[in-house]
């Protein structure tokens, strides 16, 4: 019945006097007041031994970083990895697979490298959907972080082809199973790295050390998933200024449509109104 008031109402933006035949419409009623959004928790400074936790999210690259120096010291770490296993075994056939596979790893990490150029990634909707934008010179490439039981992975995006920021998707599983919320979240956070300034509208969790930022973000209603990332304060302000510039223009509501709906999705009181109007407009539509 809704959309048969839609169709209606734009029908009678053509007859005007069968919409007037049944009075003066009565007034729209006033939108409801937007409920305040949560305060922000301010967060105290952060102690020499937090910023060193934190710092340690850097995991050995720097920013400014190009892809292939990023891949270098993924080099360096992937071949002290499997040295260290190749040494603890005596078969000849294992340690032949060992070398294959450290050959194998920093190509796939290699391959996974887009760029975010207007075409449609499998990113576009996923947990990192939010840490990037296209047509503003931005890149990712990933890794998996699956070393001394963790099941972490570790993205790496670039501007400009220098590396900016790291997010790392965590094993969820360091939240109890019947607590994955965003207070656990928060919990385990400041147990690790201190207070940070908590938003609780938007899931995130920020600590800011100077040179750079970590903010951890709660994934867990749409993707079971929960990530922090560090990133470049300095790149960070001039990209979103850039991604804000390019940035599609929003689509606006018809004005046919803002006449018939109120803002909380009820029928506006202008088609109650012209109930009849209304109804012969749809007869004379055959109905429809």
């Not at 840490?131 to 972080?145: I, L, V, Y």
């Amino acid at each position: 019945m809704r959309s048969s008031y839609l169709i209606a109402a734009i029908l009678l933006m053509g007859a005007p006097n069968l919409a007037m035949a049944k009075g003066t419409p009565k007034k729209a009623k006033a939108a409801p007041a937007a409920k305040a959004a949560p305060k922000r928790k301010p967060a105290p400074p952060l102690s020499a031994e937090h910023k060193k936790a934190l710092a340690d999210l850097y995991g050995g690259f720097k920013f400014g970083m190009s892809k292939d120096e990023v891949l270098a010291v993924l080099q360096k770490q992937i071949d002290q990895s499997f040295e260290d296993k190749i040494k603890a075994t005596t078969d000849i056939a294992m340690q032949d697979r060992l070398r294959k596979d450290k050959k194998a790893e920093l190509s796939r990490t290699s391959s996974t490298y887009v760029v975010f150029d207007g075409h449609k990634t499998g990113w576009d909707v996923s947990i990192v959907e939010n840490e990037f934008a296209h047509n503003t010179g931005e890149s990712m490439m990933d890794r998996w972080e699956n070393e001394g039981g963790k099941n972490n992975r570790r993205f790496f995006f670039f501007k400009d082809g220098k590396l900016w920021k790291m997010f790392v998707s965590l094993d969820v599983s360091v939240l109890p199973e019947d607590k994955k919320n965003f207070a656990t979240l928060e919990q385990y956070m400041v147990a690790k790295y201190g207070p940070g300034d908590s938003d609780v509208e938007h899931g995130q969790i920020t600590w800011r050390a100077g040179e750079f930022e970590a903010r951890a973000v709660d994934r867990l209603k749409d993707y079971d998933a929960i990530g922090i990332a560090i990133e470049d304060p300095k790149v960070k302000s001039s990209l979103m200024a850039e991604r804000e510039a390019h940035a599609p223009p929003k689509k606006e509501t018809p004005a046919v449509i803002k006449a018939v709906l109120d803002t909380d999705g009820k029928d506006h009181p202008d088609v109650k109104a012209n109930g009849g109007a209304v109804d012969a407009v749809i007869q004379a539509q055959g109905g429809k």
